[in-house]
């Protein structure tokens, strides 16, 4: 029930037209990019779906995290507005089925714009490369790939939303948390792992180093550890309120 009344308080928002219009936004990059260097990227050699994400997906990604960072600040400003969370501490809510019906719909909001951006990748892939074969199996394993991989960026993200009432200050650590973890090597291992970076990995990378089980898991049980942390967050919160 809580995913339903979670997304009745967001229908006012704009939360829903804005993930769509992200997704939109950044399934245009390959499209743009093949209209400009198209005679460059028809001449490698290789899988159609890789060459156009290794030359779209870092800011395919960005705008997903930035997406997701805007929508978790506007979810839980509506909460604090007006005082509105002290409100709902004195009624027989958990706010622990709050937070996950919010980390609920953000997880299939990405995963719409994720397909959304995928099937311009196919799009493309069909114009541009007269030679594609469309690998439906293929498609879904790219897609969960990725959206596993964003998962711990989303959660994490929730939980610096519900730790700030003022939505200016969570915004605030998401930029800085994207932008400094961006200019980090994402080739080192340790540092692909971190939230705010794992979301830049690609599936063909990750298989070609034979690391796509240890992305999974690890982006797996970051996610599981900081539904934890909220969990323990709020009840040591509630006690000082």
Known sequence: MSPLIESKKLKRTGYLPAFLAGGFLAAAFPVVYMMVKAEEMTALSGNPINILMSANWQMMAMLNILISICGACMMYHTEYADNGMQKMSVLPIRQGSMFFGKFLIAALVLSAMVVIEMAVLVGCAKYWFPSYVFDLTEI?????????????TVMLMLVIASACKNMWVSLGIGVILVFTLSILPQDNIVLSLFPFASPYQMLSAAVENSRTALFLAVCGIETVVFGIAEVLYLQVRRCFE
């Open 140 to 152: 879904l394993k790219t897609a969960g790939f990725q959206i596993i991989v964003t998962l711990p």
